[in-house]
Nanobody, 114 residues
Framework: QVQLVESGGGLVQAGGSLRLSCAAS????????MGWYRQAPGKQRELVAS???????NYVDSVKGRFTISGDNPKNTVDLQMNSLKPEDTAVYYC????????WGKGTLVAVSS
């Protein structure tokens, strides 16, 4: 059974940085796409960034220039480096992976204080 385990969330002041990491276990297959979604209170879950097995990346406009996604496809890991954090980045961040099926992590809280 595929499991995604996230780490790296926490509380940070505006302007600070955090790095989220996610590792997929329980499969011998490399994921086609891995990424990070977030859900703020009262809002819908949104895609933050994703990376394909070929290395192509995609970002939501609000994080471009501040966040960087990177991945190790053979190891099924994905990281999200978040710089210049803003209070509006506060949310629960979920790791996502796709290979035939879609998988989700349990989420890690990122809280940015003003």
């Amino acid at each position: 059974q595929v499991q995604l385990v996230e780490s790296g969330g926490g509380l940070v002041q505006a302007g600070g940085s955090l790095r989220l990491s996610c590792a997929a276990s329980g499969t011998i297959f490399s994921m086609n796409v891995m990424g990070w979604y977030r859900q703020a209170p009262g809002k819908q879950r949104e895609l933050v960034a994703s990376i394909t097995s070929g290395g192509s990346t995609n970002y939501v406009d609000s994080v471009k220039g501040r966040f960087t996604i990177s991945g190790d496809n053979p190891k099924n890991t994905v990281d999200l480096q978040m710089n210049s954090l803003k209070p509006e980045d506060t949310a629960v961040y979920y790791c996502n992976a796709r290979h035939i099926r879609e998988y989700w992590g349990k989420g890690t809280l990122v809280a940015v204080s003003s």
